[in-house]
């Protein structure tokens, strides 16, 4: 498949978009300085995480920008006339996310990402065209929901010691 040149009002816009990434890995650095460094397992502290991502992303950025100002994303399908953007999917995946951070102080890690779970996919099956609200898919879901985030968190708050916003003090919910 041959690439298709792309003018230079879209190579600035994908360039834009990589320079976004790039002011998204710099965001994430500055919060990275606020987080103690103090060297926790294995010699590494709290901020290293943070430190690996936004050098990770201000890596992928510098690729966008290399990548649009040398042709434009070569391997990217020209734009066509394409569906329109899946608003309620977007708003279902939203509200999961918001949820999760509204809720998971006051319910917990495992019932608020379990929430966040069940909604992120109401909102992608919408996006396949499966809508509707199916009581047994939504039970189906609740229990992928918790079967990944339980096991989740008993390997942070057992295992690995990191506190995370529990039910109950025990660790264990």
Excluded: H
């Excluded at 999760?100 to 990402?113: E, Q, V």
Aim: glycine residues 14%.
């Amino acid at each position: 498949m041959t690439p298709t040149p792309f003018s230079p009002a879209q190579t600035r816009l994908q360039a834009l978009v990589g320079g976004g990434v790039m002011l998204l890995a710099t965001g994430l650095a500055v919060g990275a300085l606020s987080i103690p460094s103090a060297a926790g397992y294995a010699g590494a502290g709290p901020n290293f995480l943070p430190w690996v991502v936004s050098l990770a992303l201000a890596v992928c950025g510098g690729f966008l920008v290399w990548e649009a100002s040398s042709g434009g994303f070569r391997e990217m399908a020209p734009p066509g006339d394409s569906a329109p953007a899946y608003w309620a999917g977007f708003a279902w995946v939203s509200a999961g996310l918001l949820a999760n951070a509204a809720l998971i102080t006051s319910i917990g890690f495992i019932l608020s990402c379990t929430l966040c779970f069940v909604l992120a996919v109401q909102g992608l099956r919408g996006a396949e065209g499966k809508t509707g609200i199916e009581p047994k898919k939504w039970l189906k879901n609740i229990a992928i929901g918790l079967a990944i985030s339980a096991p989740v968190y008993w390997v942070f708050t057992q295992f690995l010691a990191i506190n995370l916003p529990g039910l109950t003090s025990t660790g264990w919910l």
